[in-house]
């Protein structure tokens, strides 16, 4: 998919975020890559909501052909489509029915919303939190058929900028022609 916007202001440290799921919906919408509209993927079959907001960074490609997916930590929800400058703090590591899927945590630029400045890592993450997300990925699958999620752990935000930077280039590979 080709996007209308880079990966961020300063990336990898200082990205954008598109949000496709607002925190609190039991819908998870997905952006067309053709068409670049917002879809409804599914309603989920479990009785749960969204603990957050998750969106993906604009002009990053994962080995998977997605763009990288982020959890973005806030107290409010973003209307879908919105664009959200934000700060990777972490990484959480999973699995599922296909294969590896990473996601990075995130929380909005200062500029955005300056209750979120002193989160710049992990350790800063309260623990509440961490179980709260850790638990939405390991049950929200449970009710689909053949579906299923295993969390392996989560990574400071030098593994988070890491994989943002290998994203990065695979997409300006991949846009440029290149092998």
């Known amino acids: 998919?080709?996007?209308?916007?880079?990966?961020?202001?300063?990336?990898?440290?200082d990205i954008y975020v598109v949000v496709e799921i607002p925190m609190g919906s039991n819908v998870k919408y997905e952006v067309d890559k053709e068409t670049g509209l917002i879809h409804v993927?599914?309603?989920?079959?479990?009785?749960?909501?969204?603990?957050?907001n998750y969106g993906f960074i604009p002009s990053t490609l994962e080995e998977d052909g997605d763009p990288v997916d982020v959890v973005l930590l806030s107290n409010d929800p973003f209307v879908p489509g919105?664009?959200?400058r934000a700060k990777p703090v972490a990484l959480l590591e999973m699995e599922d029915e296909n294969g590896y899927d990473a996601k990075v945590i995130a929380v909005p630029h200062e500029k955005i919303d300056n209750r979120f400045e002193h989160v710049?890592?992990?350790?800063?993450?309260?623990?509440?939190?961490?179980?709260?997300?850790?638990?939405?990925?390991?049950h929200y699958k449970e009710l689909e058929k053949g579906k299923?999620?295993?969390?392996?752990?989560?990574?400071?935000?030098?593994?988070?900028?890491?994989v943002i930077s290998r994203a990065i280039?695979?997409?300006?590979?991949?846009?440029?022609?290149?092998?």
């Open 41 to 52: 993927d599914r309603v989920l079959f479990t009785s749960m909501v969204f603990p957050f």
């Open 120 to 138: 710049r890592d992990f350790s800063d993450i309260c623990e509440a939190t961490r179980e709260r997300i850790k638990h939405f990925f390991e």
């Open 169 to 179: 280039q695979r997409y300006n590979a991949k846009a440029s022609g290149s092998p």
């Open 82 to 84: 919105s664009v959200v």
């Open 1 to 13: 998919m080709k996007f209308a916007i880079g990966p961020g202001k300063n990336p990898p440290e």
């Open 148 to 162: 299923w999620v295993r969390v392996r752990g989560w990574k400071g935000r030098e593994h988070a900028v890491e």
